[in-house]
């Protein structure tokens, strides 16, 4: 999701030391590997899907047993007011780094990562489109992930961060309204407000259900189509650009056309999955036709780039590998 700045710093200030001391009563077998492989990257989910060891982001979010041995913790996501997603700790060991790079899955088309410091150092660099900045333990923060953003960790000390996703809530747009910028820090007397530890409050922490349809509703996938060709930016005088984005919008509200007289006829029904697939493919076949170096405004990246992963989430890829085995229809 877009967001106003690179940096928000919320108005909520966590007890450092209890974060502190949940983070690290997990031994080194709790840890897993970076799903990318980036050395020296381990994560501990504590919600995840199903409540499994893992770190997919479809499928009902659940907490996981070590979610249940950390009291603070859950009275610290509970402070936010919202519904929580995929939620872990995420450890980046003395000299690691994240490479820049965008977040830009249509998982994260509207939905927001919230950092909490746990264990960290002034050698910590955070730098997001251009921004740098450290996090210090006990604060909450949340990044554009949209724009290009990396980390380095040039301490001597294992950084750890209690980091989760959200598509926010009333409450929890509420709290970054009134944090504003860091360039435009709020008034003292706005906060931060403390969050301490309760011993005897066991906080309901309320996790995500539905994250990812089956098959996405004709007017989301419009709405995704319409907002990226509106960040197109096609280079003054390249007549291939000039040409080539009417004529995609044009074939792609054709595509929109059909996919929205077989969402009326089948909704997400298996009856009219394979028809589904026919369009996937026909929407993939358009865009592979729009020039490699159209970019869009808001990051620089390029077009292509930022549609392929909508029209790759539009139809859940265990539907996608099982029509690819039987024929499609072609008509709702």
Known sequence: MRLAAAFHRLGLLFDAECLRQEALQFGEAAWRPHPGGLPGNTSLPLVSAHGGDNDDTRGPMRPTAALRRCPYIRQALASFETVIGRTRLMRLEAGAEVPPHFDSHYYWHDRVRVHLPVVSDPEVRFVCDGHELHMAPGEAWLLDN???????????????????????????????????????PQPAALGPRRIVFDPGLDARVITERCNLPAVMPATELAALIAEALADAAPEPGNPLHAEALPRFAAS?????????????????????????????????????????????????????????????????????????????????
């Open 146 to 184: 949209s724009r290009s953003h990396a980390v380095v960790n040039a301490s001597g000390v294992a950084r750890i961060h209690l980091v989760f996703d959200t598509v926010g809530s009333a409450a929890f747009w509420e709290l970054l309204d009134r944090a504003g910028p860091p360039e435009h």
């Open 252 to 332: 792609s509200r054709r595509c929109l056309s059909d996919w929205r007289a077989t969402w009326a006829a089948h909704g997400e029904d298996p009856d009219g999955w394979a028809a589904f697939r026919v369009l996937q493919q026909r929407l993939l076949a358009e865009l592979a036709q729009l020039p490699e170096d159209l970019r869009v405004r808001s990051n620089g990246r390029r077009l292509v780039r930022v549609l392929k992963p909508f029209y790759q989430a539009a139809l859940d890829p265990a539907i996608v590998a099982e029509t690819s085995r039987r024929p499609a229809a072609l008509s709702p």
